[in-house]
């Protein structure tokens, strides 16, 4: 089945989720939100990542056109960021060819749906970005048991999303709460600070 602008608009709009039940519609529908002129021009809110004290080697799972992971690399820290969307990934390239070399030969995007990395392909990471990325998957306990998978010896995946849904019903599916941090972070035997 074609994947139609009807389509992507019902599931933008729509309560009943149906992009979330194939991972191809929810693809194609990334494909069309990434395409959005509010999405291409989002920019880093330093503000919003305070809270991250990076080290070692990064990954940015759900990176967007990939502002946070472009910041660190111009720190000087090794950079990967991932995202499903090959728009935003264009973005994300785009904004890289104009930095200095230096930063552009630290940092590389992947165009991926995070479940299907795999650590002996791409390696394991010291900080592990997951800002705002958890309220738009279609399974976020399989982006956090990812995120651990990718974990090196002494690794901390830094996380943050709304509490409650907001935005858009079709990329906002749910908020994150504090309970459901905890939860989770228990069951993979997570310490959280």
């Given at each position: 089945m074609k994947y139609e602008h009807k389509d992507y608009l019902h599931d933008k709009n729509s309560d009943d989720l149906l992009h979330t039940k194939s991972?191809?519609?929810f693809r194609n529908y990334y494909e069309k939100l990434g395409k959005e002129p509010v999405q291409l021009s989002q920019q880093l809110e330093k503000e919003r990542i305070n809270f991250i004290q990076p080290f070692g080697r990064i990954i940015e799972l759900g990176c967007h056109c990939g502002f946070i992971s472009l910041?660190?690399?111009?720190?000087?820290?090794?950079?990967?960021?991932?995202?499903?969307?090959?728009?935003?990934?264009?973005?994300?390239n785009k904004r890289?060819?104009?930095?200095?070399?230096?930063?552009?030969?630290?940092?590389?995007?992947?165009?991926?749906?995070?479940?299907?990395?795999?650590?002996?392909?791409i390696g394991y990471f010291d900080t592990i970005i997951l800002t705002e990325t958890l309220e738009h998957c279609i399974d976020p306990d399989v982006l956090v048991k990812k995120a651990k998978e990718l974990m090196s010896?002494?690794?901390k995946i830094f996380i943050s999303a709304p509490a409650?849904?907001?935005?858009?019903?079709?990329?906002?599916?749910?908020?994150?709460n504090k309970k459901y941090i905890?939860?989770?972070?228990n069951s993979l035997d997570l310490n959280i600070s």
């Open positions: 991972l191809a519609r910041h660190y690399a111009q720190k000087g820290f090794e950079v990967v960021g991932v995202d499903i969307s090959y728009p935003l990934i264009d973005e994300a890289l060819s104009v930095l200095e070399d230096e930063a552009k030969n630290r940092c590389r995007f992947i165009v991926s749906d995070i479940e299907s990395l795999d650590p002996k392909e010896d002494k690794s409650e849904r907001c935005g858009d019903k079709g990329s906002h599916l749910r908020g994150i905890n939860k989770i972070a």
